[in-house]
């Protein structure tokens, strides 16, 4: 399978609490692509001007991504700068420069319209709406989006939610969309507009999905973030969950919902490795080997097994599926 990834290759400035970057690669399709590539073929649509500096062009080509849908423009590369206090979860935008980004328009090479797996990541929807608008039969669309187009664009992002199969948001995003302070509720607005699932990224307190229909308990599942002692910056951290997440997906050729379980663990994986260092420090160099160990820790840190403290007895849990005694 192959992913198509539409977003911002960025030069980013960044401040954190223990260090600082000017003019770092980022991006939302840098982290997306630096994440994806160790499941599949990603192919890249995207747009840096002319300053845009060679090297960070061979870090995408040393990771095997397709830049065939890379355009460069006349003029500079779009940049971002943003600061985090020790409240990691939280980026304080200090500057956008759209730059480039500002005449944009996406044009996809023929080969990317078969793949079959899209990630639209964090740009203005009306672009996103043009890829999809390209795309032949994609087997799995999945949107992510920030305050900022919720903000100034809420019109075309709710066609662009209307029109993918999974909606990946922060917390404070899935607030301010759905207008209520109950995720919940929040996330059945959003739900109500057609995807099948909602993930709510919730920094280092992990990641929650939303699934279409049924009881809550039936369609709701949770996954901590990996513990880490060590945080340099969080920037990139949700795109390259996105990344892990349809790389898994795409990787598996499924779309299966106890596939996308295991996809949120795969992401949350891929993130933690992401915010030990600056830029793609960590991320860009990291192996298939790394992966699978934490993704074998999530599982030790989060498997138990049901047991009955009564003597009487629990039948709940002695008729529940996972066939353990209820003494
Ligand atoms: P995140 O994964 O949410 O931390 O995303 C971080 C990346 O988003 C940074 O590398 C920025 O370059 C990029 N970014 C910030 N603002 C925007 C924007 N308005 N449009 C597109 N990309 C952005």
Redesign the pocket.
Known sequence: MSILVV??V?L?SIQTPFGKVKDAL???A??FSAASRLYDQVNLVGVVGTDFPQQHVQSFRDWGVNLDGLQVAEGKT?R?SGRYNYDMNT?E?LD?QLNVFATFHPELPESYKESEFVFLA??DPVLQLEILSQMHRPKLTVLDT?N?WINYRKDALTKVISAVDIVLLNEAETRQYGNTFSLIRAARKILSLGPKALVVKKGEYGAVLFSNGGELTDSFFFAPAYPLEKIQD???????FAGGFLGYLASRSSTAMDDIKRAIVHGSVVASYTVEDFSVGRLGSLTRDHIQKRYLDFKRFTNFEPTCPWSEGCPHLANHDTGTESH
Not at 234 to 240: E, F, I, L, M, N
Request: net charge negative.
């Open positions: 977003g911002s960025a980013d980022g991006g939302s840098t982290y779009f971002w980026a935008t956008t964090n740009i920030m900022y969080p920037t990139g951290a949700g795109d390259s």
